[in-house]
């Protein structure tokens, strides 16, 4: 006998949203820079948030094209380089704080690369690090790791077990916490961005986890709680992460930096890019030989006086190293002087 059909007249349907997010990200004065949407009225209690629109499959043939339709409208730019990232679905990380339940928002991620654009009425450009101070090594090891957030992260690890099942997870909060922070000797790797967020929000230190009604959240009452970077609506601060994590990793394999830096550049601007980007100091002469020997640039007879000092050689993108070989990227690895553990 075949089993009744289930009634769901009586269930509550809650509406489902699909939010196209943009992480734009440019690089100007050494600093890598997002594109934030910001309240006009300058409201300091309602967070940063990535640009974002609804898909109308009505009006727009794919999502590619309702993301560069809408992110035209708010920002006056023109994206270029766009890929997709992720598609973010889960309850309770997309409120607003102190807002009840709506519409169930699902956000589909999107990286976007640009150069050189200016603000325009409620969006502004911020430095990434902002958001993740724990992420900028360039100058060593940033001291928010060791005197706040190990601190934090030891004492969640070792907290009191009430059963078996909770034995365990211990363990597995303290494998994370050496893969993704570097405690205990681990290797800190700069391409997991999203894993060390995720470890954060887990263990309740990021206002998004108290925003959420985590149960563990540490109480982030005015002089309460440290300020483990800015929070961001919705669960944009987790698309970010996703973005950088992204990014970072596919510097190493394809030449998306140059989709970042004006049509001629010095190879200091161009490391400086990279540096800024993967939040590590590399060696200058080490780089050099690295670029020249890729062939990913070429010499264009010009000098440049920007800097004020020595006049520097100006070189270009070799697009043809896409014919040459399926992975043209800069592999860049940090100085072991300013990349200490």
């Known amino acids: 006998m075949p089993p009744a059909p289930t009634d769901t007249s009586s269930r509550h349907a809650q509406p489902v949203v699909i939010d196209l997010n943009a992480a734009i990200v440019q690089v100007a004065d050494d600093s890598p820079l997002i594109l934030v949407v910001r309240p006009e009225n300058g409201d300091a209690d309602v967070w940063d948030a990535l640009p974002f629109g609804p898909f109308d499959p009505l009006q727009h043939r794919t999502m590619d094209i309702g993301l560069r339709a809408w992110v035209r409208e708010q920002t006056q730019i023109e994206l270029g380089y766009v890929e997709q990232l992720y598609t973010f679905g889960d309850r309770g990380r997309h409120a607003l704080e102190k807002m009840g339940d709506g519409d169930h928002i699902v956000s589909v991620g999107y990286l976007a690369l640009t150069r050189g654009n200016d603000e325009h009425a409620g969006v502004s450009w911020r430095d990434w690090y902002q958001y993740f101070p724990w992420e900028d090594w360039r100058?060593?090891?940033p001291d928010i790791i060791?005197?706040?957030?190990?601190?934090?992260l030891q004492e969640w690890v070792s907290r009191e077990p009430a059963s078996t099942n909770e034995e365990l997870s211990r363990g597995r909060r303290r494998d994370r916490a050496r893969l993704t922070f570097g405690i205990d000797g681990g290797h800190w790797d700069e391409e997991n961005v999203l894993e060390?967020?995720?470890?954060?929000?887990?263990?309740?230190l990021v206002r998004e986890a108290g925003r959420d009604g985590r149960p563990n959240a540490v109480a982030h009452e005015r002089g309460?709680?440290?300020q483990?970077?800015?929070?961001?609506?919705?669960d944009h601060r987790r698309i970010l992460a996703t973005a950088m994590s992204r990014l970072r990793a596919k510097l190493k394999y394809r030449p998306v930096v140059f989709e970042l830096m004006p049509d001629t550049f010095t190879l200091f601007e161009l490391q400086r890019a990279g540096e800024a980007l993967l939040g590590v100091h590399v060696h200058?002469?080490?780089?050099?030989r690295l670029v020249e020997k890729a062939g990913l640039v070429e010499k264009t007879g010009r000098m440049s006086?920007?800097?004020?000092?020595?006049p520097a050689e100006l070189f270009r993108f070799r697009r043809e190293v896409f014919n040459e070989r399926p992975a043209p990227g800069l592999k860049l690895a940090p100085s072991r002087s300013r990349a200490n553990t």
Not at 146 to 152: E, G, M, N, S
Not at 284 to 288: C, Y
């Open 305 to 310: 006086t920007a800097t004020g000092g020595r």
């Open 224 to 226: 309460s709680a440290p």
């Open 228 to 234: 483990l970077g800015l929070p961001m609506q919705f």
């Open 146 to 152: 060791d005197r706040v957030i190990l601190p934090l």
């Open 284 to 288: 200058k002469q080490n780089f050099r």
């Open 139 to 141: 100058d060593g090891r």
């Open 196 to 204: 060390r967020f995720e470890l954060l929000y887990e263990a309740g």
